[in-house]
């Protein structure tokens, strides 16, 4: 059962398509797991699509000819299709066959992907023991976003944020001293958050964070002066 959802806030601004790319992943992605968020945003869509409709300039006049029903049809369509991305015909078969590979392959585990990610994974793992990041260009100067994968009875050392930090949960379980986490959930976190996530099973992750975790124990310290180097 999924126990952490976005606000109504975030799903507002992601039905209108007014939050940055590594965000909106994070939304769609957690629809895919959770029904009622994405129920919520179908009603939301449907509801914007009637105030947009509602909104075209309707004449006067009772009877409307051919030539002002096309206008008023091409109005409509051009406000609310010029913001859908229309994908060109892929005449690459290996480019469309490696397009249509919705999964990541780290450390002999296999994790298909929701279809958000199709065409994100465009980079290679990196990391040290058992924690790995995948990296993901979504053009945003501030923000990164990555793939996290934690092995089987890893931890990342206890830390707090100097900024926020997104955890999606997409496979496995962990957990930490706030509580234990299920594919689905959604955690938002900031600097007045400390914690030290485990996972007994392994997990993968998505996560976007905007600043340098901050370790606060062990000799996971030492790397606090060189942080703007490695988040």
């Known amino acids: ?33 959770c029904s009622h968020c994405q129920q919520q945003l179908d009603q939301m869509t449907i509801a914007m699509s009637v105030q947009q409709f509602d909104s075209v300039t309707m004449p006067e006049s009772d009877n409307i000819n051919d030539l002002q029903l096309d206008a008023l049809l091409n109005q409509l369509l051009s406000s609310t299709l010029d913001t859908l991305d229309i994908e060109q015909p892929n005449t690459d078969k290996h480019s469309e066959e490696k397009s249509k590979d919705n999964s990541v392959n780290i450390k002999g585990q296999h994790y298909p992907l929701p279809r958000v990610f199709r065409k994100q994974i465009n980079a290679s793992w990196q990391g040290i023991g058992k924690v790995s990041r995948l990296r993901l260009d979504t053009g945003e100067p501030q923000a990164r976003a ?59 992750c998505y996560t976007i964070v905007d600043a340098p975790l901050y370790f606060t124990k062990g000799f996971s310290k030492l790397l606090n002066p060189i942080g703007d180097l490695l988040y």
């Open 146 to 204: 990555s793939l996290l994968h934690i092995a089987a009875n890893g931890e990342i050392p206890e830390h707090t944020h100097k900024g926020a930090e997104l955890t999606l949960l997409l496979a496995g379980e962990f957990s930490d001293c706030y509580n234990t986490y299920k594919p689905g959930d959604f955690m938002l976190l900031d600097k007045e958050h400390q914690h030290s996530p485990k996972t007994l099973e392994g997990c993968l």
């Open 1 to 33: 059962m999924i126990n952490y959802h976005p606000d109504q806030h975030l799903l507002s601004l992601h039905a209108k398509g007014e939050l940055p790319l590594s965000m909106s992943i994070a939304i769609s992605a957690h629809a895919e797991f």
